[in-house]
């Protein structure tokens, strides 16, 4: 309600204090020279804002004021946060440290107060649907739902294309190439622009949603809202809600949309695509996360695993 009272000039804009505009000022660093997501910003300025609020509210910014035990306190918690927020805060944490050194400040000292918790997410390959289930999900969409095609489009782009979900929101119809046959993906994470080829099955979801489900709109972004206000770009969380909901009508005990860049990352790796090719296709900026999915995978070498020689059956 203030940001719609503000920007409509009904009340003042309160001008921004030191620390506003100390998060503004990372916020157009974060962007124009690390190429950062818009969601990636926000969190990290978030948590930032936090940081500097408990440090310097209401005074100036001295980072050599911080102690390194509070910087550790702070990343840590009260005990309540897990690994993961752990790993996050103390991320964000890192990330301004590193800015505010690039201005000269020495915060080498607070770098490396900044815990750095253990995570084994590589001990096990990342979670994927088998082909059987991938196409029990794209059945899903046939049987009559809310915004059908729209939902079963999406899908398709994060299935086939291996789209993340703010680059399934950005597309538009100027980023499909129809003659070629192509998707060509603006610069966006990794500050870079994509050419990924278009299946006939999902430039098909496409089209089909074009043509019969879209409303009439001067906007250029593919996917758009069906309800107020209508014809305005979707949002992220319109993409999790489509998949949610097939997940759902599954009954399946589901909720990652990430899964499915997961799935096209296996499937090209199990057919025996160059690693090169699955990293261009993923947008991987090192080779090594692609790597990712070559581990060795338990269940499958068991099954074709041979008696051991003399063994009793």
Partial sequence: MLRILRRNGLIPIAPPDNIEAEIGRF????????GLQRSTR?????VIRRLLREHFDGASIELGKISTASVRRFVLGTGERGTHAIRFVG??????FRYRAMLGDQVTHLLHAVPRPACWRDAQLPEALSATALEQLLSAFNEPCPSRRRGYAIVRCLADLGLRSSEVVRLTLDDIDWKEGVVRLAAGKTRRSYVLPLSVTTGEAIVDYI????????????FVRHVAPLGEPVGRRVVQKALHAAYARLGWDRSRVHILRHTLASRLVNSGVPMKQVADLLRHRSIDTTAGYTRLDDARLSAVALPWPGAIA
């Avoid at 916020?27 to 690390?34: I, P």
């Fill in 91 to 96: 991320g964000s944490i890192r990330c301004y």
């Fill in 211 to 222: 043509l019969h489900e879209r409303p009439e709109t001067t906007r250029r972004e593919v």
């Fill in 27 to 34: 916020h157009v660093h974060m962007e124009e020279v690390w």
């Fill in 42 to 46: 926000d969190e990290r300025c978030r």
